[in-house]
């Protein structure tokens, strides 16, 4: 089971940190990404993490503004998000998956959080 944690209101130029806590079972050995999920429009990759957390991939939109992380003894995953625009405004969602590939696309996702939101005022 995902639960995310964290989201909530933050004015254009702020930051905020998204948490994903994982039960039920270890994550040591599944990769962990977000989507997020705009009002209207189709759920879309934000980020991802491997397993072991050495390779990190981030949506064109989010690079150099957002950082995924993992802290496995924990069993907990993170989004760190700066520079905040109102297109960020969304719920985001904790996803993970067995294979690399397939955590990049919604379909393939294996488990899925109920999300969180997030929005961000101009």
């Known amino acids: 089971r995902l639960v995310e944690s964290g989201g909530g209101l933050v004015q254009a130029g702020g930051s905020l940190t998204v948490s994903c806590a994982a039960s039920g079972g270890t994550i040591n050995r599944i990769h962990m990404g977000w989507f997020r999920q705009a009002s209207g429009k189709e759920r879309e990759y934000v980020a991802g993490?491997?397993?072991?957390?050495?390779?990190?991939i981030y949506a064109d939109s989010v690079k150099d503004r957002f950082s995924i992380s993992r802290d496995n003894a924990k069993n907990m995953l993170y989004l760190q998000m700066n520079s905040l625009k109102p297109s960020d405004t969304a719920i985001y969602y904790c996803?993970?998956?067995?294979?690399?590939?397939?955590?990049?696309?919604?379909?393939?996702?294996?488990?899925w959080g109920q999300g969180t939101q997030v929005t961000v005022s101009s």
């Open positions: 993490v491997s397993w072991g957390g050495a390779a990190t």
């Open positions: 996803a993970a998956a067995e294979s690399w590939a397939s955590l990049r696309v919604a379909r393939e996702v294996d488990y």
